[in-house]
C-alpha cells in the first residue's frame, strides 16, 4: 500500500520537471552566452589584493593634465572641429577625465582600473573583484600606475612624425616616459622580489611601452590582442601565414589577459531596437591596412558592389561617429575582418549596437573567453572561405531569422560586461558586479596561483642554472 500511494506524487514530480526542462531548452533566451548559468554571481573567493606601485602623478593623472593642455589638434584626425581639443567644462582636478579623442578613448582601460583602486574602501560596492592593500606583504599583484597608452598616443599625435620610434629623450618624451617608469619599478622591492612576474601593467595600445617590451615582458600584461608584437611573430612566417607556434617568449595566453576596447559608440538597449534593420551587412573603417589586415582589402572588393552591403571609408572624428551609429543600428550584421591587428574597436561598438558580429580574423584572441562563449552572440568565419567569391553573403542571408533574435538577445545580456564607465567623475566609485573592471580584475585573479608557482621555482634555482624561456601560445 505504502509503495502504491507513493507512485502518484512521484509520477506528478517526475511529470511538473520535464515540463520545466521542455519549457527552458525550447526558449532561445534561456540559453545564455555565458559558461555560468548566473551572469552576475557573487564572488566564490577573496577578492584580489592589489598594490599599487609607488610612481610620480606624472605618470598617470599628470599626463592628463597636460593633454587637456594641448592647444593644438591631433595630426591623425583630418578635419578637426574649431576647438581642437574641446574641454569638459569642469572635473575634479585630482581626477582629469580621459580624453574623448577617440583613437585614445578606445584604450581607456588604464583608466578605469587605476579609477577604481582609487576608490576610498567605504565607497566600495561590497561584492567588488579587487581590494587595494597598502601592504605589500598582503598583495597578489602589484599594479603599475602608468598610462601608458596615453602617453604613446600623446606622442603620436601631437610629437613630430616618425619620432615615435627613435630613441631619442630629448624629441621622444614617450620614450623617455617609458625608461623613466621601467627604472623606478625595476629598482623597487616588489620588483626584486618577484623579478616582475606578479606585475600588472596596462598596455592596451600595440605601440604602449613599445620600446622597454622586452624588460616588463615577464609581468601580467593587459592588452587587447598580441599585435604589439607582430613583428617577432612575422619572423616565423612562411608564405604569409602563421605558423602553428610563434616562436616568442614575452607574450602568452597563460600569463597575461585579453581586455576589450572601450566602445565608442552608445549603448542600444533591447527594449529600444525597435527600428526595421534593412542593410545585411555594415562595415565602415580605412580599407587599406598592413600585415594580416590585407585581408580586409580583399573583402572590400569583394563586397563593395553587393546589394544591401555598405563599406564605407570611416574617419574617427564627429562625422565618422555619426554615421557607424546609423550604420550599425539599421543593419542585421557587422563585419570585423582583422587590421593592423587581429582586433578592433569594432566589435564591441557591434555588441553595443546590437549589430550580429560577424569575425574574419582567424588569430583573434577575445576577453573574458571561459566566462563567456562568443559564439552565443557571434558569427566566425575563417579568411579562407570568406574570401571565396559569393560565400559571406550567401552565408549571411541563410540565417534564419529565429536564429538572428536568439543572436541578439544573447548579445544584449552581455553589454553589461563590456562598460567601463561607472558613472562616477574619474571612475572613483562603486563599479558594477556585471562590468568590464571587475572581468578583469576576475581574469587577474586566476593568474595568481601560476605566478606564485614561477616564483617560488626561481627562488629554488641554483646559481648557475640557466632555464631556457619557452613559448606558450596558446
Not at 578613448?105 to 576608490?119: I, K, N, P, R, V
Amino acid at each position: 500500500m505504502k509503495r502504491r500511494s507513493l507512485s502518484l506524487p512521484i509520477a506528478i514530480f517526475v511529470a511538473f520537471f520535464l515540463l520545466i526542462l521542455l519549457f527552458f531548452s525550447s526558449n532561445p533566451l534561456s540559453s545564455l552566452p555565458l559558461s555560468s548559468p548566473n551572469p552576475n554571481p557573487t564572488l566564490a573567493h577573496p577578492p584580489l589584493k592589489v598594490f599599487v606601485a609607488d610612481l610620480p602623478r606624472s605618470f598617470n593623472y599628470g599626463l592628463l593634465d597636460q593633454f587637456w593642455s594641448l592647444s593644438t589638434p591631433d595630426s591623425r584626425i583630418p578635419n578637426p572641429s574649431s576647438d581642437p581639443n574641446p574641454k569638459p567644462r569642469k572635473w575634479d582636478s585630482r581626477y582629469p577625465p580621459y580624453p574623448d579623442n577617440p583613437l585614445i578613448q578606445q584604450y581607456s582601460t588604464e583608466y578605469w582600473l587605476l579609477g577604481d583602486l582609487e576608490t576610498p574602501q567605504d565607497l566600495r560596492a561590497r561584492d567588488s573583484a579587487a581590494v587595494r592593500v597598502y601592504n605589500l606583504e598582503e598583495s597578489d599583484v602589484v599594479f603599475v600606475p602608468f598610462f601608458a597608452t596615453l602617453s604613446a598616443e600623446m606622442q603620436l599625435g601631437w610629437g613630430k612624425k616618425g619620432e615615435f620610434l627613435k630613441k631619442d629623450e630629448s624629441s621622444n618624451l614617450d620614450y623617455k616616459r617609458q625608461k623613466e617608469v621601467v627604472e623606478i619599478i625595476k629598482r623597487s622591492e616588489a620588483w626584486k622580489r618577484s623579478g616582475g612576474r606578479d606585475h600588472v601593467f596596462v598596455l592596451t595600445d600595440p605601440v604602449a611601452m613599445w620600446h622597454v617590451k622586452a624588460d616588463i615582458a615577464p609581468a601580467i600584461l593587459l592588452v587587447v590582442d598580441f599585435g604589439g608584437w607582430y613583428k617577432l611573430d612575422s619572423k616565423s612566417m612562411e608564405n604569409g601565414t602563421v605558423p602553428e607556434r610563434i616562436q616568442h617568449t614575452q607574450v602568452s595566453l597563460i600569463k597575461d589577459v585579453i581586455v576589450p576596447y572601450t566602445h565608442l559608440l552608445p549603448t542600444l538597449p533591447i527594449s529600444e531596437d525597435t527600428a526595421t534593420r534593412h542593410t545585411l551587412l555594415y562595415f565602415k573603417g580605412a580599407k587599406h591596412r598592413h600585415r594580416g589586415g590585407l585581408v580586409r582589402e580583399k573583402l572590400w572588393d569583394m563586397l563593395q558592389n553587393e546589394p544591401d552591403v555598405i563599406m564605407e571609408e570611416g574617419f574617427p572624428n564627429s562625422t565618422g561617429r555619426s554615421q557607424s551609429i546609423k550604420g550599425m543600428r539599421s543593419s542585421q550584421f557587422c563585419l570585423h575582418p582583422a587590421g593592423d591587428t587581429p582586433s578592433s574597436c569594432r566589435l564591441f561598438d557591434a555588441v553595443a549596437s546590437l549589430c550580429i558580429p560577424v569575425i574574419v580574423s582567424d588569430n583573434i584572441p577575445l576577453p573574458f573567453e571561459g566566462i563567456m562563449d562568443y559564439s552565443k552572440f557571434a558569427l566566425f568565419v575563417s579568411e579562407g572561405h570568406a574570401l571565396q567569391k559569393n560565400y559571406l553573403v550567401t552565408y549571411l542571408r541563410g540565417i534564419s531569422a529565429k536564429r538572428k533574435e536568439r543572436l541578439k538577445a544573447n548579445m544584449a545580456r552581455v553589454q553589461s560586461v563590456f562598460e567601463f564607465d561607472n558613472g562616477y567623475p574619474g571612475g572613483v566609485g562603486p563599479v558594477p558586479r556585471e562590468g568590464a573592471v571587475n572581468h578583469i580584475w576576475e581574469m587577474v585573479y586566476q593568474k595568481v596561483p601560476m605566478v606564485k608557482q614561477a616564483v617560488m621555482r626561481e627562488r629554488r634555482r641554483p646559481e648557475g642554472v640557466v632555464v631556457p624561456l619557452r613559448c606558450h601560445c596558446t
